[in-house]
């Protein structure tokens, strides 16, 4: 079964106390934004942030009906907080198009595939190609090649996914929520890509 990461929030935020609710507006040091993950079903969006939120893996868990929703802080060097809200979907993907209520109003979009699947990326591009017609203008956007500790049934190569991201301005990484290979990379490159508030 897949990482079922429609449990409540625990609020292990890992840097308790630097980020206090600030009513839903940002600053310039502490920025709230929406994540939404986007992909097939199948390819590990749920443990990606299962891993990322609770430092877990578990392949036997239970796909939880109903939509998930966690939250996790991290700081940056400069000493900025960005807390994500993280928009995962409980396996809708699988039956109908997304609706665009799902990806409305988010600053950024994860886009994933599984390295050993290339219909997953194809798919991928379909949700990038999408995003880009009707998500936020200055959404900032990430491909991700998920399960890359697979390696041995690679059958999407690396390069395919730089030259894709590449040509639609998007950060590329590949990662593993089975190892926890690039999962914390991956969020921070997104913090730091996000475009910031100008101090008035
Ligand atoms: N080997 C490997 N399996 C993974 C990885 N991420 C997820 N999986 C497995 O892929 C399946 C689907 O994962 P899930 O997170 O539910 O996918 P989702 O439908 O995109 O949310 C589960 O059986 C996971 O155990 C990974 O990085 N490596
Ligand atoms: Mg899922």
Not at 60 to 65: A, D, E, G
Request: glycine fraction near 8%; hydrophobic fraction near 40%; charge should be neutral.
């Amino acid at each position: 079964m897949g990482c079922s990461s429609s449990v409540p929030d625990r609020n292990t935020g890992r840097v308790g106390g630097l980020n206090p609710e600030n009513g839903g507006l940002n600053d310039a040091r502490n920025l709230r934004v929406k994540l939404v993950l986007l992909g097939d079903s199948g390819v590990g969006k749920s443990c990606i942030v299962l891993r990322f939120v609770r430092g877990q893996f578990d392949p036997t868990s239970k796909v939880t009906v109903g939509a998930s929703f966690l939250s996790q802080t991290i700081a940056l060097q400069d000493s900025t907080t960005v807390k994500f809200e993280i928009w995962d979907t409980a396996g809708q993907e699988r039956y109908a198009a997304l609706a665009p209520l799902y990806y409305r109003g988010a600053a950024v979009a994860v886009v994933v595939y599984d390295i050993t699947s290339p219909e997953t990326f194809n798919k991928a591009q379909f949700w990038v190609k999408e995003l880009q017609k009707h998500g936020s203008p200055d959404i900032v956007m990430a491909l991700v090649g998920n399960k890359a500790d697979l390696h041995e049934k690679r059958e999407v190569p690396f390069q395919d996914g730089v030259d894709f991201a590449e040509k639609n301005g998007m950060f590329f990484i590949e990662t593993s929520a089975k190892t926890a290979d690039n999962i914390n990379q991956l969020f921070e490159e997104l913090a730091k890509r996000l475009p910031r508030p100008s101090p008035s």
